[in-house]
């Protein structure tokens, strides 16, 4: 390291500036301050001196800010996290919980299933139109139509677990209703196609009625059903 300088003098001023740009182009940022601090001492009015600063500050590292890129990092994650979380879907047709049924509930009815109330409930019964609510003042013909509801909330699923999974319909269903809640015991057939039956099987339904319309609450799909 040169000496400091004991008194200004124009040579040796222009000679430790000249010393100050080797420093740099050495990248010896250090050596290249301590030239800057000298010249400065000597003579704080050097046209060299704006020159040499703003070459030790372009030469000078920048420090990477970790703790930003750590906590965008972070954020990242836990977004992630919430969405797969918000997207859940069994992988398989026995391990469907009650959201699940909700969530299958929740899908458009547009497959061309209309529910009745005394034929086959699926994607293979037929289409007839849903029956109008019945007047307030009719309760049997209000009955009725809670169990019109009941079959229309199984038909949905049964369409939806046939887009899903393998095709399936109820041919018969036994409603039991108390109040605003009902217990649904359905006959199922399981099949690849419209001719070709795998299996058969018993479905428990829980319904709850939620306002003016019935929902499934919770399913339990026969013991032996086949997997996917």
Request: charged letters at 20%; one cysteine or more; aromatic letters at 6%.
């Amino acid at each position: 390291m040169d000496a400091p300088l004991s008194s200004p003098s124009g040579p040796q001023l222009d000679s430790r500036v000249i010393s100050g740009w080797a420093a740099l182009e050495r990248g010896d940022i250090e050596q290249a301050r301590a030239v800057l601090q000298d010249v400065y001492s000597a003579d704080p009015a050097h046209p060299a001196l704006p020159l040499l600063a703003a070459g030790i500050r372009r030469a000078r590292p920048r420090q990477i800010p970790w703790r930003g890129i750590v906590l965008l990092i972070g954020f990242l994650a836990a977004g992630a996290y919430v969405w797969r979380s918000s997207i859940r879907f069994p992988t398989s047709p026995a391990a469907a919980t009650a959201t699940d049924v909700a969530a299958l509930q929740q899908e458009p009815a547009a497959a061309g299933v209309a529910p009745h109330s005394d034929g086959p409930i699926g994607t293979a019964g037929r289409d007839e139109p849903a029956r109008r609510p019945a007047p307030a003042f009719e309760p049997a013909h209000a009955a009725a139509d809670d169990d019109v509801q009941i079959r229309q909330a199984i038909s949905r699923f049964a369409t939806a677990y046939s887009s899903r999974w393998t095709h399936l319909t109820f041919p018969a269903c036994d409603i039991s209703r108390s109040d605003d809640t009902a217990s649904v015991t359905c006959r199922s057939n399981l099949s690849q196609g419209a001719a070709a039956s795998t299996g058969e099987g018993t479905w428990l339904f829980a319904c709850r009625k939620i306002g003016d319309s019935w929902k499934i609450v919770r399913m339990q799909p026969p013991a032996d059903l086949p997997p996917d």
